[in-house]
């Protein structure tokens, strides 16, 4: 009974520790996060894309190119002159996609997209992108991350810092399922299970 009672204060203990760990990662590597989020915003105006890390050592890439009517989904190596052609092929700059690819890298920055939202009837924009987490976690349970949301304009959030639909500011705002927790005006997160 005690052994039981001890792993639950402890799993209780980690959990409430979350918010805290998300914040001191925020802090620790928020000047590469807003330029990764920046550039991103920047190349993405030139043609729609998104990249996905598929595997631990951050070397390997999904990376979709979106045109008005076909996705267009490649798999590289990082390193590969054949990412470097298709990025020409699609009028992407290479060396400010490689600059991003390798700020991503840096934090280990699994995921990165753009996602269109509606307020009050108007379409917005987000840039989306998630982080594995570091905290100790058990040998069976799924792996976190991190999803933080970049938005153009400041946000509403509630006195427990949740963010707020801004039509209602009453209801919650949730994307896929999770509810958001501020950051600061303009930036927001959940921990997800899920990375995209």
């Keep these: 009974m005690n052994k039981l009672l001890m792993i639950i204060v ?13 914040v001191k990662y925020y802090n620790e590597n928020h000047k590469q996060l807003d330029i990764i989020q920046q550039s991103y915003k920047e190349i993405y105006a030139r043609k729609p894309f998104t990249i996905e890390f598929t595997d631990k050592s951050y070397q390997h890439i999904f990376l979709e190119l979106l045109t008005d009517s076909i996705k267009y989904i490649y798999e590289f190596d990082v390193k590969e002159t054949r990412l470097n052609d298709t990025l ?9 996609v490689m600059n991003l690819i390798n700020r991503m890298q840096s934090i280990e920055c699994k995921w990165l997209s753009n996602l269109d939202y509606y307020t009050e009837g108007k379409k917005n924009t987000l840039v989306f992108l998630s982080v594995k987490t570091k905290d100790f976690r058990w040998f069976f349970t799924p792996q976190k991350y991190y999803i ?3 938005y153009i304009q400041p946000q509403y959030y509630d006195s427990q810092g949740r963010l707020l639909d801004g039509r209602s500011r009453r209801r919650l705002r949730e994307l896929n399922g999770d509810v958001f927790k501020r950051v600061n005006a303009r930036v927001a997160y959940t921990i997800s299970q899920r990375f995209r």
């Design 10 to 22: 402890i799993g209780l203990l980690m959990s409430s520790c979350a918010t805290t760990s998300m």
């Design 148 to 150: 933080m949301t970049y």
């Design 88 to 96: 020409i092929k699609f009028n992407l700059p290479p060396a400010s």
